[in-house]
Structures are given as C-alpha cells and as structure tokens.
C-alpha cells in the first residue's frame, strides 16, 4: 500500500527556535498534502491543505506566519514551526492524497512527529 | 460544524472476546464514514468505510455499518485477538474535509 513517512519522529527543541518537520510520499506523487494537529486524548484537527507548487490553505484560527507550509515537489511536504513555544507541543501528522479534490477522501497518514518544546 | 464523538478508552478485553466501539457523528449533507486503526509507531491506517446510509464497512472481521436515523457507525468484531491491540478512530469526511473522533484505545490480553 501507498506509505508516506515523517521525519523526524520526535524533536525536543528550546522555546524560541524553529523546527521542520518532513512529509514524505514514498511510492506515490502526492498532488495534495494535509497537515494536522493533536493533542492528547482529542481528535486530529487540520491544519492546513498543501497542493504541490502553490501556496497552503489554512485553516480558521491557524497562523499561517507561525506554522509555514512548503509543498515544493510531489512527494515532500514540510512544516516549519517558527519561533516555537510549549504551546506549541503536540503530534503533528500529515497526510498525502495521490488525487484531486474529488478523491480527497482518499488520503494516507504518516506516523507523527512528537514536538516538545522546552 | 461537523463532528464525531466516540467512546473514551482504553477499552480492554480478553482474546477472542466480542468488540463494540460506539460513534456518533453530527453532519451537514451526506458524509462518508471511515473507521482508522493506528498501531504503536505507525500513521492510520484505513479500516473500512461506507459512503451511503445503510451501507456495511467491512475488512479483518471488523464491520461497522452506517445508520443515518441514528448517526452512528459503531465498529464490531465478534471475536478480537491479540494483535487488534491498537488505536481506532471514527472519522467522517464532508465537503473535501475530514473530522476524526478523539481516538479509542483496545487493548486485547491473552
């Protein structure tokens, strides 16, 4: 099956910094890339819809400044989390769709990314 | 806005015991429901899923089937095992977006 890989796993960073995090589709071209958020015992909420080559959709109430979005090939997608603070902490999980917004529904998780920040 | 509430875990039964997971969902239009399964260190992974009310979702033993007049997609297997230990999530997807319950943990001794 279709497998989309994260890195890193978890990342442990001082308040102030900035983090990446990598979304990568291995065995497919993924024309939209899906960020979301979670946090512990609550649901995944997303965060923002990347389609390769333009620029992020985010969603209401997420800072597109503070969480930025580049989606510059059809296999990777990152996430820069800027200026982190331990609000910020959470497990970020992407996801890839190999369609267009007609086969949203068909999309494929990648492991998460633990984000502590101290 | 759209929704879906399941059961707190963690939900723990004996080997070849009967599952239920109950979740209810609150939508606008006519969504598609999925139910995902995560194991320790992997991302979700599709379980099964039913675009239409009355339709059945079925794969591994696990069905759940999709009851519009009570909005529910509650997930079944008659007999678990050992190796069904992971987390599942109700989901639905409505409008090119999807809404995922908070997550069941089953945990499945010997």
């Known amino acids: 099956g279709a497998v989309v890989s994260q890195h890193p796993s978890r990342v442990i960073c001082k308040s102030g910094t900035s983090v990446k995090i990598e979304c990568r589709s291995l065995d497919f071209q993924a024309t939209t890339m899906f960020w979301y958020r979670q946090f512990p015992k609550q649901s995944l909420m997303l965060m923002a819809t990347s389609n390769e080559g333009s620029k992020a959709t985010y969603e209401q109430g997420v800072e597109k400044d503070k969480f930025l979005i580049n989606h510059a090939s059809l296999t990777l997608s990152t996430l820069t989390v800027t200026s982190a603070h331990p609000e910020d902490s959470s497990f970020y999980i992407c996801?890839?769709?190999?369609?267009?917004?007609?086969?949203?529904?068909?999309?494929?998780f990648g492991p998460g990314t633990r984000l502590t920040v101290l | 806005g759209d929704s879906v509430t399941q059961m707190e875990g963690p939900v723990t039964l004996s080997e070849e015991a009967f599952l239920t997971i109950n979740c209810t969902y609150t939508a606008t239009g006519y969504p598609s429901l999925f139910w995902y399964v995560q194991y320790p260190g992997e991302g979700l992974q599709l379980l099964l899923k039913?675009?239409?009310?009355?339709d059945k979702g079925s794969n591994k033993g696990f069905e759940a089937t999709y009851r519009k007049e009570t909005t529910s997609f509650h997930l079944e297997k008659g007999s678990v095992q050992v190796s069904d230990s992971a987390v599942y999530f109700c989901?639905?997807?409505?409008?090119?977006?999807?809404?995922f319950g908070s997550g069941t943990k089953l945990n499945v001794k010997p």
């Open positions: 996801s890839a769709s190999p369609g267009d917004r007609s086969s949203y529904n068909e999309q494929f």
């Open positions: 039913a675009t239409k009310a009355d």
């Open positions: 989901a639905l997807y409505n409008f090119n977006k999807f809404y």
